[in-house]
């Protein structure tokens, strides 16, 4: 796959003095810190793509405020996931990244995990239960990953992990919750900054919060004045539920258009939940309908093909649910979407 990297730019962001002292201290208190983001732009750079930022002309009218995207279905997986994979391998010592690296995520991150250890010459396991779709296997297969089949459930395939770390010294890569995987979303914020200084608002997708808690940490850091909102799916929003209750909590997992976005924050979660808390302004939660039209309006007024995941934030605006009050930026986050389902969610036919 040919793969065009633009490299980081030269100058430094400096924090600026935050006036409001209850955002500042937030941003000290927790267990991330922003230093790691600063520490990932210089590994990153060249390694990524750096995303391009495009203006919405569409969007832009309909609510009345410059809109403008940020395009990570661009990088090589077609998905943010590689930032946070990549900044934790290059993380690892070299004795570490010698045996290599394992996860059991079937979808973006493990995708991520595998091309980033090809890039890297370090090797990587992804251990997948005899169920998941021989499209998946062959996907991951295709990056130059070791696929191990085991059990038949997910669970199964993550216990297959535990031991490999533990008999082989393998390194796992957590999807969202371990702190260098954070920094690598992060990046994204930097880069927004760089690109439009006059933001005030910033709308990310969220699910287990590194890209949210990443992007959040660096703007937050940066400029407290810009507001970050999360945005979710109705079915099985586990952070929105997590930080309403104010401890992670589990819910149903339901089948969603935003597929990426499925699944739990993990009952012992460590750092993406106490960010996530702290930094996002809010979380708003849309409708499969509202996903459909977003993936919809991408695909026409933008020729942009979009998952549902990286679609919440346009859903968002279509449906009215946040109202910008300056100029303002959507996190695509992903492309990976099946194109027959694609075709019917265009063509307004129920996916
Ligand atoms: C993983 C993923 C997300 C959510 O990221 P979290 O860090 O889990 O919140 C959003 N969009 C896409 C395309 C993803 O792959």
Redo the contacts with the bound molecule.
Sequence with gaps: MPLTITSEREHQLMPQPAHDTSIRSAVSGLPVAFAGVEAAAVRLAGRVVRTPLVASPSLTKHVGQPVHLKLETRQPVG???LRGAMNALLALDEAARRRGLVTAST???GRAVAYAARQAGVPATVCMSALVPANKVEAVRALGAEVRIVGCSQDDAQAEVERLVSERGLTAIP??DHPEVIAG?GTIGRELLEDLPDLALILV????????GGIALAVKTLRPDIRVVGVSMQRGAA?AASIAAGRPVDVVEEETLAD??GGGIGLANRF?FPLCRALLDEVVLVTEDEIAAGIRHAAVEQVETV?G??AVGIAALLAGKVRPAGPTALIV??G?IDPAAHRRIVNGESA
């Design positions: 998905a943010f996931k979808g973006n991150h999807p969202f979303q997708p969220l699910s287990g919060g590194g890209l949210a952070m990426s976005l993406t998952e995941a990286g986050s992903g990976n």
